[in-house]
């Protein structure tokens, strides 16, 4: 696949006048405001959720009640359940509008094509696969983000949408019930919604362990939304 | 470069949109407790708020067959103080008062002469368990259009032999579901499930279904909406 077969690429405005330093502006400030304040809320609904969980750590039924698991003190926010119930319910408005904020500006300024994971993304997803786990030849890096990234971050959104969608079924089953049902029910609900925070967990744990791996210019382009030398600039 | 005026450019670019982030530190009012715990309880009212905003007068709480039924003795039993409060059923009484035109006392008799419904519905704890139970009793609708409840007031505040208090919004009170409950699996209340009269309100999380009732007022206030409430649970918790 040549450059020219992919539009946005590279979804990055090259500083002028200072090609030599192979600089790429790689986030808009809207999309680094929402990371870092999703940071933040995504932190508090997972510690006070945890929370929330150590009230009833089953799924099974009340009695008779079979713990699943201790959830540790240390990774919970709120003290007991009313005080997390709070955090929970207070940042939840805040995780939803960095939701749609974000989605809203990604639309109306076309820059989700940098992330979304679209069909042509599809064959190169293995060879990433490859080149991570099995020492695969690393594929070239045509785009901002590739196809495995894209994948991730298309995941990790719609893991977002999910979670608030369970959520608001275990909040409000029965005006919400048409959801509900479609989950399987409250039951199933909190069982999905205990599933996706477990999912986003292990994205924030890649995530985490790929930045640590590409190094501090990577990290600091989420920061300041330049990129020194991105390995798709010629 | 380091010292070259092209990479001073640049850092003082990367300061610039550094500094564009500085909205992000007023999360940081969370931090600061005098700030947070205001900031924390108007969370939650905008919750209730947009919760009883979304409350569909007529939109019902699914209902469940008989052999969905949680079994009665894996009903669990939870209560704040104690189990039976030592109510003298022979001699028990609501109080009603309030905005009503016929305040006073009434008997289980009087309260059980109204139509009765009997239905099976989901009770979810607000730690995250639930069961299907049955229960029958008298709509809170049709109680207060007997004791000429004012028909515009905002709030129910009922009281209980073991000093638990709750209360409810006019709205869901008078939902057709919610009932005043004596019974359950159609025998009359035991005592651990608050005999002889009980909310049951499947609009409501489970801290709302208060048991052991002993009075009930018609209020357009309610200093204190209930035990639970006033720990810092959610007032409004509708379902």
Known sequence: MTASDSTPVPIATVEAGETHLRTAYEHPWAVRFCHWLNTVSLLVMAASGLQIFRAFPSFGPKIPQHDLLNVPRSLTLGGWLGGALQWHMTFAWIYVATGVFYIAYQVLSRNYRQPLFVRKDVAGVWPMIRHYFFFGRKPAQIEVYNPLQKMAYTSAILLGLLSVLTGIVLYNSVQFSLLATLMGGFHWARVWHFCILCALLLFVLGHLIMVILHGWNNFTSMLTGWKRNPEYLP | ?239
């Open chain 2, 1 to 239: 470069m380091p010292g070259s005026p092209k990479s001073a450019k640049s850092r003082s670019l990367n300061r610039r949109e550094l500094l564009k982030l500085s909205p992000l530190l007023v999360v940081g009012a969370f931090a600061i407790p005098r700030v947070r715990d205001p900031l924390l309880t108007a969370g939650v009212s905008f919750t209730d708020w947009a919760s009883a905003k979304w409350f569909r007068r007529n939109h019902l709480a699914p209902t469940f067959a008989d052999s969905e039924l949680t079994p009665l003795d894996k009903f669990y039993v939870n209560t704040y103080d104690v189990d039976d409060p030592d109510v003298d059923l022979e001699k028990w009484t609501l109080i009603v008062s309030g905005d009503v035109k016929r305040p006073g006392q009434y008997t289980l008799a009087q309260i059980q002469s109204l139509p009765k419904l009997t239905q099976n519905t989901r009770h979810i704890c607000v730690e995250g368990w639930d069961v299907i139970g049955r229960f029958g009793g008298v709509r809170i609708f049709d109680f207060l259009q007997y004791v000429g409840a004012k028909p515009d007031a905002k709030f129910l505040h009922v009281e209980c032999a073991d000093d638990y208090y709750e209360s409810l919004d006019m709205a869901s009170a008078l939902h057709p579901q919610s009932l005043l409950c004596y019974e359950m699996y159609d025998q009359p209340l035991t005592r651990v499930h608050g005999a002889p009269l009980r909310l049951r309100v499947p609009t409501k999380i489970g801290y709302k279904q208060a048991k052991y009732l002993t009075s009930l007022r018609v209020t357009d206030v309610v200093p204190k909406p209930g035990y639970w409430e006033d720990q810092g649970y959610p007032a409004y918790y509708g379902m």
